[in-house]
């Protein structure tokens, strides 16, 4: 079965640091994997995906994401986080079975400090 | 664009009784909805899959006659929550697929429901 591991519940860092929210991935076949942001009491917002080519995917607010095959990991990167970024992440992974579906992780909470 | 809304973003409702949430596309045809659940600190379940004009399709352990979806339009897609109890308190999210686009969700939202 398709499923996705975010093994952190929570990430703090400092604003101006880098940042790295980690996302594990255990698919038949290619992926099709996903990063949402969600702001408290809001809906998801797409922020990048990756289907095939580069394995550096670039997305909105200056994040990035790399596909790591070997490893099974699309960790979410950003290098320099700002206090707005807090918020929860969920990494996703497409279903399969042709419906569109998508697979989500459990979500780690970003923290950064000013 | 691709823009999806959600009415109504909260609501307090007694037990017992049903409570209507609409996801709507507000720019763009949407052949294909989701609906999914979200309880405190914890991930989006699934809960169906709306097609336009047809019946959707739950998700294993989903009460269908418990939550009512219907598709009924290519911008409209309501869950009804049926003699409601506090255990269905929860957040409730939509997502709309976009015609031609495959690979892209875009999420309402979300509609919070408390059940006293």
């Known amino acids: 079965a398709q499923s996705v591991a975010q093994p952190e519940d929570q990430v703090n860092v400092a604003e101006g640091n880098p940042l790295t929210v980690k996302c594990t991935y255990s698919?038949?076949?290619?992926?099709?994997l996903f990063w949402y942001v969600q702001y408290p009491n809001r809906g998801l917002q797409f922020l990048l995906k990756?289907?095939?080519?580069?394995?550096l995917v670039k997305g909105s607010y200056g994040f990035e994401a790399e596909f790591n095959k070997s490893q099974t990991s699309f960790h979410l990167k950003k290098p320099s986080a700002l206090v707005s970024d807090s918020a929860l992440y969920f990494c996703?992974?497409?279903?399969?079975?042709?419906?569109?579906?998508?697979?989500f992780g459990t979500g780690t909470r970003l923290q950064v400090f000013p | 664009g691709a823009v999806v809304s959600q009415h109504p973003s909260w609501v307090i409702c007694k037990s017992g009784t049903s409570v209507k949430i609409e996801c709507r596309s507000l720019?763009?045809?949407?052949?294909?909805m989701f609906w999914y659940r979200q309880f405190p600190k914890k991930s989006l379940m699934l809960m169906a899959t709306?097609?336009?004009?047809?019946?959707?399709?739950?998700e294993q352990g989903v009460e269908k006659d418990k939550f009512l979806i219907n598709h009924a339009s290519l911008t409209l897609s309501t869950l009804t929550v049926t003699s409601a109890h506090p255990e269905d308190s929860s957040f409730y999210i939509c997502?709309?697929?976009?015609?031609?686009?495959?690979?892209?969700?875009?999420f309402g939202p979300g509609t919070r429901l408390t059940v006293l």
């Open positions: 997502s709309a697929r976009v015609s031609g686009r495959v690979y892209e969700q875009f």
């Open positions: 698919v038949s076949g290619n992926p099709y």
């Open positions: 990756y289907i095939t080519g580069d394995n």
């Open positions: 996703a992974v497409r279903d399969i079975g042709g419906t569109d579906k998508l697979i």
């Open positions: 720019d763009f045809q949407a052949t294909t």
């Open positions: 709306s097609n336009e004009g047809s019946k959707a399709t739950y």
